[in-house]
């Protein structure tokens, strides 16, 4: 995708999206980056370095802990998993998400006439 | 919830920093090899790859850099680092930093010891209890409409303080509604242990109600319950102090339940008070609790629970919630003025004040408490001194790091940074210091326990350094590590942002700031040493005060008979048959017997007299302080008689009751006329004036003329007394064994105790003259080395700057007693100008605080004289040592 069709990520919505990623999975940091890319169909190509200092603020609040693996190509990486509060966070904030880009979308699609 | 996590995860934080370091060193090479394995199999060579990747992750360093920040923890990381830091460019000057340490570890010290006092006797006036400043105690005063002048000891306000009588305290306690549980208490001396081995031990009589007001658990037994209380008169019961079941009953659990002999009677012990309770007079150490009730069976003879007129007890309480003081007050007049009008006699004209228990008119704070004050403000003083000192110094110190400050801002260090770096070594500094002034304040405080204060009741005052005060001490370490860091932190960055890196730039401003500095530190030096002594001279002065009487080569011993039931002639004939005896004792010139000895730290008691023939200027009786003795007392204590003559013998039958008065009490209420002859009723009796006595010194030594009442032994002889014994100066003590020896020959029961000189005993009276006085002997000498020390460093630091222009004048010919002499001069000024100001600032506190009093050149000349030449010596050292130097050699520096 041209550089012109990418969109900067919102503050908060990264770590929405980081949630919403751990959530299918338990991955580490450059697994979360790609999948994030791959999601939003490389619209949010996440600039790699605010990534990791997200995931140490996220932890800190306790919406994800870590623990090192080894992966398929037999290395050893970080990988961060969601707690319960995050599961809570993810669908507190998934729903102010829904409301807000709903009501955001009533406005911006309003005519006259319309109820 | 996310409260708890987050600090749980910013502690691991910093417990396993390292190991975070790692792992996160660990992840992002990881991130790192895995982009650049993708970046290749997207076809880019493995240089390029990496490069890339590198650069999508944005730096790694900078990634680190902002992890570390997101850890939440960066802020005290940089301070630890600080900390250390400071700490090692303290030890790369050593002497300086052990010269601040102790500097602020003495002023610090001396700051918290007397704070812990003033603490313990405002805040915690009751130890032992909780939050004891809740006490209120109820003093009775007689609103006397006499001037002032006519009390035997100064006073607060008009009208003479007088003691609670049990009835009235009944009244009170039935009719106060603003107490919550008023109680009642009384302080006396008892003869405990059996008939020839008895000892003397400080106790209280106290309200039924007594412990359960206090709020406080006994360690072992209980106390005793009302009904207890009420019928202590068939069952005798007793409580004891945790001091004394340590000391006498080596802490046994059976002590409970063992009976002591107090006062001749067989006594229950049935509980142990708490650890660190010691009474409710505050300062007094006491050792039994025993119910008011017993005291007709203790004391005997006594009626004092059933007589209004027998003022024997203290009275407090805790006001109830949402009481105001001024409510109380408001009930208590109410209550008195109902007193006054139902028992005339007793309560007209009598009211009560409610007072905090550090206001108690009676006991040592009266005077204590605006002592320590004035002392504690000198001490603060004296650390703003050691704070200037200790600023100059470092500045001094800071001006040879201007290179690497400016290296650093260079590097792009933030201001905040190189502040906060330049205080964590003030901190490091300062809260060592505050160290140091802990243990001294600690040391202090054991000092000042472990002085004797053993005086008819023991003298304690709990002032252990405790959290309150350690607090106090940190919170001075860090305030004096800002004000004494800040100075050389902004005159660094001051000069940094000109942005220089050259070596050599001068530095003319900063002279302006070390001179006033040293200029504030003399004229806070100045104040302090003024004090200082002044507080000396005082001590001094009051030794050599004649007190009236001879206090050299006499010896007092006391005894006490309460408890034991002897009637007026059988102490008539003791007393007669002990003096013909000791009399006899080899190297006795004379002996007599007295009920007080003068300046004891309890004062003289103070009874009511009619004088015929003398109106009455108000309603109630004249009150004077009086004292008993046997005939000799006067010469005994080489008293001139001025007028009539001695008491006759004790064994006199016949003669009428007399009294001698002293001269004041003839200028106060004979105006002139004959006093011999003159009748004086009290205690239901008369009493003829039988000669005059020159006025000696009764109470303090700061007192004004006080009228006295000498009645004779063979009149009213009393239970207690003090042996006095005149003989040669130096062998007082001598004589003490035989006189136990004839005690014991004439009544084998009785103890002597407390014998000592009477020197000793005066002594006693000035133990809280004493403290100061020696606190600033040994402050007053290091305050003017230290200001010594800061006038030198300045003067060493400022020539060292300078030396190429010096070098350049003493090459050019100028003679080198004409520079040092303008050096010396410069320095001059700046530290008259300060003394001249620490000087008025003296000045102006001193006409406030001793009014009327002169000025004593000795003191208000002597002490500037005395700093201003030692700031001329410690300028003209450095001054002299530069100009010593090769001209050639500082003239090649350039």
Request: proline fraction near 5%; charged fraction near 20%.
């Amino acid at each position: 995708m041209s550089p012109k069709e990418r969109s900067d990520l919102l503050p908060g919505t990264l770590e929405l999206l980081v949630l919403k990623t751990l959530s299918v999975e338990p991955m580490h940091g450059w697994g979360i980056s790609q999948r994030i890319a791959q999601m939003s169909r490389d619209v949010f190509q996440v600039t790699q370095g605010s990534l990791y200092p997200a995931l140490v603020r996220m932890k800190r609040r306790g919406w994800v802990k870590s623990e090192w693996r080894t992966t398929e190509n037999n290395r050893s990486a970080r990988y961060y998993m969601l707690t319960r509060a995050g599961e809570r966070q993810l669908a507190a904030e998934q729903d102010a998400w829904d409301r807000s880009s709903a009501a955001v979308g009533w406005v911006l699609h309003w005519r006259e006439g319309s109820a | 919830m996310s409260w708890w996590t987050e600090s749980r995860e910013r502690l691991y934080a910093l417990l396993f920093r390292a190991r975070e370091e790692r792992e996160m060193a660990q992840e992002l090479s990881f991130h790192l090899d895995m982009q650049t394995a993708q970046n290749e199999r997207a076809g880019m060579s493995p240089q390029e790859a990496r490069r890339q990747a590198y650069l999508a992750l944005g730096g790694a360093e900078q990634v680190g850099a902002q992890m570390r920040e997101a850890r939440g923890v960066a802020w005290l990381e940089h301070i630890t680092r600080d900390l250390r830091h400071g700490w090692r460019s303290m030890l790369r000057t050593p002497v300086l930093a052990l010269v601040v340490i102790v500097s602020l570890g003495i002023g610090i010290g001396v700051n918290t010891a007397i704070f812990s006092w003033i603490q313990a006797i405002v805040l915690k006036p009751i130890p032992g209890v909780d939050d004891s400043r809740g006490f209120y105690l109820v003093e009775p005063r007689n609103e006397d409409t006499a001037p002032a002048a006519n009390h035997a000891r100064p006073q607060q306000s008009a009208g003479i303080r007088l003691n609670v009588s049990w009835p009235e305290y009944r009244d009170l306690r039935e009719h106060l509604q603003s107490f919550d549980e008023l109680i009642a208490f009384r302080m006396l001396p008892f003869t405990v242990g059996p008939a020839g081995d008895a000892v003397r031990a400080a106790g209280q009589l106290v309200s039924a109600n007594y412990f359960t007001a206090l709020g406080i658990e006994p360690t072992l037994g209980r106390f005793p319950s009302a009904h207890e209380s009420a019928r202590a008169q068939a069952e005798p019961v007793v409580v004891i102090s945790h001091d004394y079941w340590q000391t006498r009953f080596a802490e046994s659990a059976a002590v409970v339940g063992q009976t002591l002999r107090i006062n001749d009677r067989d006594v229950t012990i049935v509980g142990v008070a708490p650890r660190g309770f010691q009474g409710t007079v505050l300062g007094l150490n006491f050792d039994l609790w025993l119910p008011a009730e017993l005291a007709p069976l203790l004391l005997t003879g006594s009626r004092e629970l059933e007589e209004r007129g027998t003022r024997a007890y203290s009275a407090a309480g805790r006001l109830r919630p949402h009481v105001t003081l001024a409510q109380a007050q408001a009930e208590v007049d109410a209550v008195m003025a109902d007193l006054a009008l139902t028992y005339p006699e007793s309560n007209a004209n009598v009211r009560a004040d409610v007072l905090a228990y550090w206001r108690a008119p009676r006991g040592p704070q009266q005077f204590l408490l605006p002592a320590l004050a004035i002392l504690q403000g000198i001490m603060l003083l004296l650390l703003l001194a050691v704070c200037a000192n200790t600023a100059n110094l470092l500045l001094a110190r800071a001006t040879m790091r201007q290179h690497e400050i400016n290296v650093r801002r260079a590097l792009g260090a933030s201001r905040w940074r190189i502040v906060s770096l330049l205080l964590s070594e003030s901190l490091v500094l300062a809260l060592l210091g505050a160290g140091a002034g802990i243990a001294i304040a600690y040391w202090g405080t054991n000092a000042l326990r472990a002085g004797p204060m053993i005086t008819a009741f023991p003298i304690k005052y709990n002032t252990d350094v405790d959290a309150l005060g350690l607090a106090a001490a940190v919170l001075l370490g860090i305030t004096c590590g800002l004000a004494f860091g800040i100075a050389p932190a902004l005159q660094l960055l001051r000069g940094s942002t000109h942005g220089t890196l050259r070596s050599g730039a001068s530095a003319a401003t900063r002279s302006a700031l070390r001179s006033t500095l040293m200029g504030v530190e003399v004229a806070l030096a100045l104040v302090v040493l003024v004090a200082a002594a002044i507080f000396l001279q005082n001590f001094s002065e009051t030794r050599a005060v004649d007190p009236g009487f001879e206090r050299d080569g006499a010896l007092l011993a006391a005894y006490d008979f309460s408890g034991r039931n002897l009637d007026d002639a059988q102490l008539r004939i003791f007393a007669a048959e002990l003096l013909q005896r000791v009399r006899a004792l080899p190297g006795v010139e004379s002996a007599a017997i007295a009920r007080m000895v003068p300046l004891d730290i309890h004062g003289m008691p103070v009874r009511t007299f009619t004088l015929e023939g003398r109106a009455r200027e108000s309603a109630a009786a004249d009150q004077s302080a009086i004292n008993i003795v046997t005939p000799g007392y006067f010469t005994t204590m080489n008293i001139p008689l001025l007028a009539g003559s001695d008491f006759v013998d004790l064994n006199d039958p016949a003669a009428a009751p007399q009294v001698i008065v002293n001269e004041e009490f003839v200028r106060r209420y004979l105006d002139g006329a004959e006093p011999i002859g003159r009748r004086v009723q009290a205690y239901e009796r008369t009493f003829t004036i039988t000669g005059v006595a020159a006025t000696t010194l009764y109470n303090s030594f700061s007192e004004s003329p006080t009228p006295l009442i000498y009645y004779s032994y063979r009149d009213r002889p009393s239970m207690a007394g003090e042996l006095h014994v005149r003989t040669r100066p130096g062998a007082e003590l001598a004589l003490a064994p035989g006189i136990r020896r004839v005690a014991r020959d004439i009544d084998p029961l009785l103890a002597i105790y407390d014998v000592r000189t009477l020197n000793e005993h005066v002594d006693k009276n000035l133990i809280f003259r004493r403290i100061p006085a020696r606190m600033f002997v040994v402050l007053g000498p290091l305050l003017l080395v230290l200001a010594a020390m800061g006038i030198y460093a300045v003067v060493a630091f400022t020539v060292s700057r300078r030396t190429s222009e010096i070098g350049l004048r003493l090459a050019l010919g100028a003679p080198a007693h004409r520079v040092i002499a303008q050096i010396v001069r410069e320095t001059l000024r700046v530290v008259t100008i300060g003394a001249a100001i620490g000087w008025f600032l003296a000045f102006i506190v001193y006409i406030h605080v001793a009014v009327g009093r002169p000025l004593d050149p000795a003191v208000f000349l002597g002490v500037p004289a005395l700093l201003v030449l030692v700031a001329a010596v410690a300028a003209w050292v450095p001054a002299r040592r530069v100009s010593r130097i090769d001209p050639m050699r500082t003239l090649r520096q350039e």
